[in-house]
């Protein structure tokens, strides 16, 4: 396989036997979109996929949909998003909504360690304080629960103003999982959507 950045269905394809990752199409046309989403109710998420957008809502490139009303206007809008960006586009994402509580997962090479697995909260957790913990791979379910049990905003995993605690084993068997995966040279999955019953990878890049 080429070496590089892998986005998009590519990466989810890479990665979907070591974790569950959400349903999604690549498209161009507004109709296998709408065919897709009609499974889902039209509640899924579209985002613009293009090797020149790697941030996608920084360009505005990732929409959540209700409704089929809105549908074929957000669709339309990321197209022209496209256009006027003059990206090279691989298409349009279209994926199921994935309720819930927003993990990161990475993978990165360490000089002295070797392969290293990263877990933080998503969001500002990540971003502003850094809360994150790292181990070297490959990891046992005790080493994901510690790797859990080191992160300072752990309670927002738990039950917490009304919303149920996340799926830890779950949660716990991603990491494990994720920290097996071998032959490349980082991995980003952000966010990683956890609720009290299932786990799924939502944005996933992989760089061989
Ligand atoms: P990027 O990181 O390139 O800006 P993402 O695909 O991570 O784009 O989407 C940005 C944000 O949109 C995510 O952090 C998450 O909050 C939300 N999001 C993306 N995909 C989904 C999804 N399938 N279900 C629910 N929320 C999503
Ligand atoms: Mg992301």
Do not use: W
């Given at each position: ?19 569950p990752v ?11 979109a ?21 941030h996608?809502?920084?360009i ?31 298409g ?16 990165k ?10 877990f ?30 080191d ?14 605690a ?5 949660l ?26 299932e786990?799924k ?8």
């Amino acid at each position: 396989m080429k070496k590089g950045v892998m986005l998009g269905r590519d990466a989810y394809s890479y990665i979907r036997k070591s974790v569950p990752v959400a349903d999604c199409v690549l498209v161009k046309k507004l109709a296998d979109a709408e065919k897709f989403a009609s499974k889902y109710k039209f509640k899924v998420v579209l985002k613009i996929i293009s090797k020149q957008a790697i941030h996608k809502t920084e360009i505005k490139g990732v929409r959540v949909c209700d409704s089929h009303l809105e549908f074929q206007k957000i669709f339309n809008d990321l197209l022209q998003l496209a256009k006027n960006k003059k990206l090279n586009l691989d298409g349009i994402l279209v994926q199921e909504f994935v309720k819930g509580k927003e993990v990161i997962i990475g993978l990165k090479k360490d000089p002295t360690f070797g392969q290293v697995i990263m877990f933080g909260l998503g969001g500002i957790f990540v971003e502003l304080m850094k809360d994150v913990s790292f181990r070297v791979c490959p990891i046992t379910m005790d080493d994901a629960e510690e790797m859990i049990q080191d992160l300072k905003g752990k309670k927002m995993l738990e039950h917490f103003r009304g919303e149920r605690a996340v799926d830890f084993e779950v949660l716990k068997k991603a990491l494990v999982n994720i920290s097996k995966i071998k032959n490349i040279e980082e991995l980003d999955i952000n966010p990683f959507i956890i609720n009290s019953k299932e786990g799924k990878a939502v944005d996933v890049r992989i760089l061989r």
